[in-house]
């Protein structure tokens, strides 16, 4: 069964641009998070995702966004980057939400504003 | 807030040595446990989940314990290899994981 996979893998993009990173969960896994580390955070809790709908939102700014489409494959959106933005960004999927699911994570998308 | 506290922040060790690692939670918000292990250059992968005070896990020479009424889980190590060198990871779940900053090991051969 193939793994959680990421595109892109690393990005680079100037302050006041916007990106797209997506995501693509284990087959017949519907749930799907992100999150954000940078260094010295543990893993920061963006949003999850569940039957296209938003479950729940980590506390980032608004310009932080995602969707899910209908084959449970998902995108993060961040608008007008800030230098803070530099990230590794991860998403995870599993069965369906639940806190005693195990969540697979993918290689993640490093992302530099510069 | 589900915070998650894991000391020590980091540990070398020999190679043969076992060692253990501590994540501490408010016992008066716990709903499950989550250890990962976290390889540079890959991707997080799950250990054990945790749900039952007095749980103990096994997975080869890793194991885990948990303790809800105080807060603490414990991940031992026995006869640690240079391949368990890896940042180890807890995160309490409630509506969502809440994860702490890590333990890195190092084994040194």
């Not at chain 1, 990230?87 to 290689?107: I, K």
């Not at chain 2, 180890?88 to 333990?103: H, P, S, V």
Request: one cysteine or more.
């Amino acid at each position: 069964k193939a793994g959680v996979t990421q595109t892109p893998r690393y990005l680079i993009k100037t302050r006041g641009q916007q990106v797209t990173l997506s995501c693509s969960p284990i087959s017949g896994h519907r749930s799907v998070s992100w999150y954000q580390q940078t260094p010295g955070q543990g893993l920061q809790f963006l949003f999850e995702y569940f039957s296209e709908t938003q479950r729940n939102k980590g506390n980032f700014p608004g310009r932080f966004s995602g969707r899910q489409f209908s084959n449970s494959r998902s995108e993060m959106n961040v608008s007008t980057l800030e230098l803070g933005d530099s990230a590794l960004y991860l998403c995870a999927s599993s069965l369906v939400p639940g806190q005693t699911y195990e969540q697979y994570f993918g290689p993640g998308t490093r992302l530099t504003v510069t | 807030i589900l915070n998650v506290e894991q000391s020590p922040q980091s540990l070398h060790v020999q190679e043969g040595d076992s060692t253990n690692f501590t994540c501490s939670f408010p016992s008066s918000n716990f709903y499950a446990l989550h250890w990962y292990r976290w390889e540079t250059a890959k991707s997080p992968e799950a250990l054990f989940v945790m749900t039952l005070n007095g749980d103990e896990k096994k997975k080869g020479r890793i194991s885990a314990t948990l303790n809800t009424k105080e807060g603490y889980s414990y991940l031992y190590i026995k006869g640690s290899q240079p391949e368990d060198s890896a940042t180890y990871l807890c995160a309490n779940t409630g509506n969502q994981f809440y994860f702490g900053t890590g333990t890195s090991l190092t084994v040194i051969p």
